[in-house]
């Protein structure tokens, strides 16, 4: 069995990548440059599902992908946010908080299905541009 790709990636995160962490979890900025906010939270103990975790625990994960959420809908003002955990690849416990808009690449699509069209590059530079304002939204409603 490969090593877990979250483990891997909490172990040595690349620079910036972690926006906010305490003891138990990590929210991670993801570099996906067709979705500028994309945002991942991430438990750090290796849990494979969220019934692995103690109540309290769930509910400071889903506390963590809510302020994501809150923050996002916020600074980067996008016309849905999609929640999503799977693991299917990855059994980590791990929340993926995703800005979309009708512009979007694959809208209304997951971003992982059909492609729709061509995300329009001034766009997303707006987008990206905000990103240093999440990040601080990110922290501020995690204090």
Known sequence: MSACDLCQLLAAPPAGA???QDDRLAVVAVDEPGYPGFT???WKAHVKEMTDLAPAERA???AAVFA???AQRAVMAPDKVNLAS???MTPHVHWHVIPRY?????FPNPTWGARQRDALPEALQARAALLPRLHAAIIDQLK
Do not use: L, P
Request: hydrophobic share 50%; glycine share 4%.
């Open 40 to 42: 991942r939270v991430v």
């Open 18 to 20: 972690v926006v906010w």
């Open 86 to 88: 799977f693991g299917n």
């Open 60 to 62: 400071h994960v889903m």
């Open 68 to 70: 994501v959420e809150e």
């Open 102 to 106: 009708t512009d979007d690449a694959h």
